[in-house]
């Protein structure tokens, strides 16, 4: 059990549509991150919570809305997504922002299929 | 840009047979992490190596940062069917402000 959870596992949706991805971390944590996964490529980090605060927007594309409301829970807000966004989604926690020598826990995953 | 090759990208072998897989970079890296990914699950990380020639052992499996601190390798003895799984290394970005990860070696074992 890594002590981080992400809400729902599997998600189908549509490309008009709007849903919310819930990232919770019962760590006492200060950083959270949110990363997507794809066939063949690397884990490709999105962004970047410390206290609250978003320290890194790696390049994504506005369809993509994070929120923050608190050091334990991170939302990933989605509309208007595109059929090449399907991937995996994952949330993970550290203690801190810096990432040489710390451990970042990921929760399980969310499945995104976008049809 | 900061890059991690791991090699080979799939790698299937029979319970018992050693195994290596590699992790390289033309970049130096403060250190560098491996995690261990299970279908249906996130990462679990497995080690972190910090000091350019270090080996780390996590019971069976070994860990090796190399002298230049620009690769590091995972060695495997007696493979297990549970250690199948996908295998990420991990390295900070220049800035120290996230990690760049490889695309991984998935690993089947069967017994």
């Known amino acids: 059990e890594t002590g981080v959870t992400q809400t729902p596992r599997h998600l189908v949706m549509g490309m008009t549509n709007k849903k919310s991805l819930k990232c919770e971390q019962h760590?006492?944590?200060?950083?959270m991150y949110w990363y997507k996964q794809s066939a063949k490529k690397p884990l490709e980090l999105m962004f970047v919570?410390?206290?609250?605060?978003?320290?890194e927007n790696n390049s994504v594309p506005s369809r993509f809305s994070p929120e923050c409301p608190n050091s334990s829970h991170l939302f990933l807000h989605l509309h208007t997504l595109q059929p090449e966004d399907s991937a995996l989604y994952l949330c993970?926690?550290?203690?801190?922002?810096?990432?040489?020598?710390?451990?970042?826990?990921f929760g399980p995953g969310t499945r995104l299929t976008v049809l | 840009t900061q890059l991690l090759e791991q090699s080979p990208q799939f790698l299937s072998i029979q319970e018992g047979e050693n195994l290596t897989v590699y992790c390289n970079s033309s970049?130096?890296?403060?250190?560098l992490q491996w995690y261990r990914q299970e279908p249906g699950e996130g990462p679990v990380l497995l080690v972190t190596?910090?000091?350019?020639?270090e080996v780390k052992k996590l019971k069976r499996l070994t860990f090796q940062f190399g002298d230049a601190r620009k690769d590091s390798s995972l060695h495997i003895t007696a493979a297990q069917p549970g250690d199948t799984g996908l295998y990420l290394c991990a390295g900070p970005n220049q800035a120290g402000t996230a990690l760049i990860f490889g695309k991984g070696t998935t690993l089947s074992v069967s017994s």
């Open positions: 970049s130096v890296f403060s250190s």
């Open positions: 919570y410390n206290f609250k605060e978003q320290t």
């Open positions: 190596v910090v000091t350019g020639g």
């Open positions: 993970a926690s550290s203690q801190t922002r810096g990432t040489g020598r710390g451990t970042q826990y």
């Open positions: 760590l006492g944590h200060n950083a």
